[in-house]
């Protein structure tokens, strides 16, 4: 199965696996899973880090660099993806969310958060 992380699993995967839950874990750490990151959450981590957010210090080049270098995939936006938020509901506000919510529906790919309003969307998501 195909995982697209939604940017605070990304960065709990790639810097404090203990925060992940045992779900996210488990589903993380079967090989049989391909897993996936978005352009627009390193674009969150670039802009949220230069407001001084404490929760996004990560530096997103060295992100990105050492998720390719474990087998993660890279998922760009596409302008099929920038014009299916238009068909979301207002669930979520934030723009970085929405966009995660359009990839995962357009590409038929399961986004795996933690966050439970994302989570309401229809669609392929999973809450863990």
Known sequence: MKLLLDTHVLLWAAGSPDQLPPDARTLLEDPSNELVFSAASLGEITIKRSLGRHDFQVDARVLRRGLLDNGYLELSITSEHAVFIDS?????????????????????????TADALLAQYPGPIRAV
Request: aromatic share 4%; hydrophobic share 50%; charged share 20%.
């Open 88 to 112: 979301l509901p207002t669930i979520h506000k934030d723009p970085f969310d929405r966009i995660l919510v359009a990839q995962a529906t357009v590409e038929g790919i399961t986004l795996l």
